[in-house]
Nanobody, 111 residues
Framework: QVQLAESGGGSVQAGDSLTVSCVVS????????IGWYRQAPGKERELVAS???????IDLESVKGRFTISRDAHKKTIYLQMNSLKPEDTGVYYC?????WGQGTQVTVSS
């Protein structure tokens, strides 16, 4: 059974940094594609970044240059490092393996 567990969210000020984590279990970590999504209040969920094998991609134009996706194979964890956070980055951040979703972690950025 695939399980995805996000953590690391919080409330920060604009310009701050935050790293959220997604611990993966129940699938082949090295060969699976994992995506970070976010959902702002009243908006649809959108793809932020994705990790396929060892290749990470920032998919959302508005966070390029500020967000970085990385992985730790030993810990089976995908990280999303977020720098220079803006209020519009506020939302619930989820990870997904193409089928299963985690419970999400809330990120709130105040101006």
């Amino acid at each position: 059974q695939v399980q995805l567990a996000e953590s690391g969210g919080g409330s920060v000020q604009a310009g701050d940094s935050l790293t959220v984590s997604c611990v993966v279990s129940g699938l082949s970590f090295s060969s699976s594609a994992i995506g970070w999504y976010r959902q702002a209040p009243g908006k649809e969920r959108e793809l932020v970044a994705s990790m396929s094998g060892f290749r990470g991609t920032i998919d959302l134009e508005s966070v390029k240059g500020r967000f970085t996706i990385s992985r730790d194979a030993h810990k089976k964890t995908i990280y999303l490092q977020m720098n220079s956070l803006k209020p519009e980055d506020t939302g619930v951040y989820y990870c997904n393996d193409g089928d299963s979703w985690g419970q999400g972690t809330q990120v709130t950025v105040s101006s």
